[in-house]
């Protein structure tokens, strides 16, 4: 108390300066939150269980029992793990900002630079709007095109959707497996497409750009990076969570009746005859429909469970869900006015290869 | 003074908005300028979007920022 009243005298108007009070009752709310998170998801499963088998009177092992049970449990729960880890990555963005990735990048050389671009990828998210300027910024500042590649090829390969599902349905140990293989393959990409002389491949403009490196912005970085109160922190996780939400729920609904659908009406034995291990082709397949396709990560979860639960393999499934979430066309419409055809297509390709990769990985580890 | 807003297409329109409003409040005046094009946008030193530069000086990127803040980067710009 004493605190916020000394600061009201002193009365500097600022905007970046809050008195410590005000940060209470958020940061309670956060708390708060997070608690009936923890309630609501470990209370999923009975209650699932209670809807299906108590209130609405089904016997167990019945087929419709086994699609509502898994509509009320599974969907809910990965979304709700999609929900928390979307407000920890928020928070967690606006201390590793773009400015300060640069920040962290410029400079190196060797190869852990590569690490270091592969493990930043990760939280950052990889849409048309944020990726050309971060592209553009990296490579003003001197940072090799090389690296520059590692970083943006482990944005959609390392999907923290994919994190979620792996960690909810596998353990950790699986996940942790994934988001390892996915950065590995990010450092090894970008230290081929390194080799490829890659900067010819530029835009004019931006190659020139590149080769005048250095030309200070860099006093900016500090004003951005401590201009954020915690309070603000939290509120950009909650924003993130919002806008994952809102934004896009039709995508949801639509997932969740697709899913509902295919767990209703396709047989078992056509999934797995298609999707299951024993068919080898399917993970490359099932990449090459992904990548032109896009939808929303909440959009394609229900789906992805519903045709796993059905006996696809998971790997070509997780093939499937991470171009499909990764990769979009307008997307690479924004890169080409940056970086010329051959690159687009070095960079899709590595990508691709990469998930294909993932994918064999995953059916051949889980039965 | 001059606002430039630098938008890809994340928020580019409420940034806009935010500045627009913050621009009456505050009661400066104010050029506003919205900056798509991507050379510029590099050039500026705007590694993410939006990015809002008042008189040349960048006070925040990557997030639409709240009114009153903005009211308050205008009118210290204003002062100074």
């Not at chain 1, 900002?97 to 493990?119: D, F, H, N, Q, S």
């Not at chain 1, 924003?239 to 295919?262: D, M, P, R, S």
């Not at chain 1, 499934?317 to 070095?346: D, H, N």
Request: proline residues 5%; glycine residues 10%.
């Amino acid at each position: 108390m004493d605190n916020a009243k000394s600061d009201n005298e002193n009365a500097i108007p600022s905007a970046e300066q809050r008195p410590r009070i005000r940060c209470c009752p958020l940061f309670v709310q956060t708390l708060l939150g997070l608690a009936l998170w923890a309630l609501v998801y470990v209370q999923l499963d009975p209650f699932a269980r209670w809807f299906t088998y108590s209130l609405l009177g089904l016997t167990e092992g019945a087929h419709l029992s086994g699609a509502i049970e898994f509509f009320v449990a599974d969907a809910p729960k990965v979304l709700m793990l999609l929900v928390l880890i979307t407000f920890i990555v928020g928070v967690l963005r606006t201390f590793i900002t773009p400015e300060r990735i640069r920040t962290m990048l410029a400079g190196r050389k060797g190869t852990y630079g590569y690490v270091l671009a592969a493990i930043l990828g990760v939280p950052t998210p990889f849409c048309s709007c944020s990726a050309i300027p971060l592209f553009l910024g990296f490579l003003q500042s001197g940072i090799p095109l090389g690296i520059t590649m590692s970083f943006l090829i482990s944005c959609p390969v390392v999907n923290e959707v994919a994190l979620a599902m792996l960690y909810d349905m596998y353990g950790w140990k699986i996940a942790g497996l994934y988001a390892g293989f996915g950065m590995a393959k990010a450092v090894v990409s970008g230290m081929i497409i390194a080799r490829l002389r890659p900067e010819r491949f530029l835009e004019p403009w931006v190659a020139e750009l590149h080769s005048s490196a250095g030309q200070g912005t860099g006093s900016q970085d500090l004003l951005i990076s401590t201009a954020m109160a915690w309070n603000d922190r939290i509120a950009s996780g909650s924003i993130a969570v919002k806008e994952i939400l809102a934004g896009t729920w039709h995508y949801l609904v639509g997932g969740i009746a697709l899913g509902a659908a295919i767990y209703g009406y396709i047989p078992v034995h056509f999934v797995s005859q298609y999707m299951g291990k024993e068919a080898w082709w399917n993970v490359p397949v099932a990449v090459i429909l992904g990548l032109p396709l896009y939808a929303s990560a909440v959009g394609v979860i229900p789906i992805v469970q519903a045709v796993l639960a059905k006996g696809a393999a998971l790997g070509t499934t997780l093939a499937f869900m991470m171009s499909v979430i990764g990769i979009s066309i307008p997307e690479l419409v924004m890169l080409r006015k940056v970086i010329k055809p051959q690159l687009i297509a070095i960079f899709v390709g590595f990508v691709a290869l990469g998930i294909v990769i993932v994918g064999y990985i995953f059916n051949a580890l889980i039965r | 003074m001059i606002i430039k807003v630098f938008v890809t297409c994340c928020g580019g329109d409420k940034a806009v908005a935010v500045v627009d409003e913050a621009v009456k409040q505050a009661g400066v005046d104010a050029q506003v300028e919205v900056v798509k094009d991507l050379a510029e946008l590099a050039k500026a030193g705007v590694m993410s979007t939006p990015a809002i530069k008042v008189n040349d000086r960048l006070v925040v990127a990557g997030r639409v920022p709240k009114l009153q803040d903005m009211v308050g980067w205008l009118t210290t710009a204003a002062a100074g």
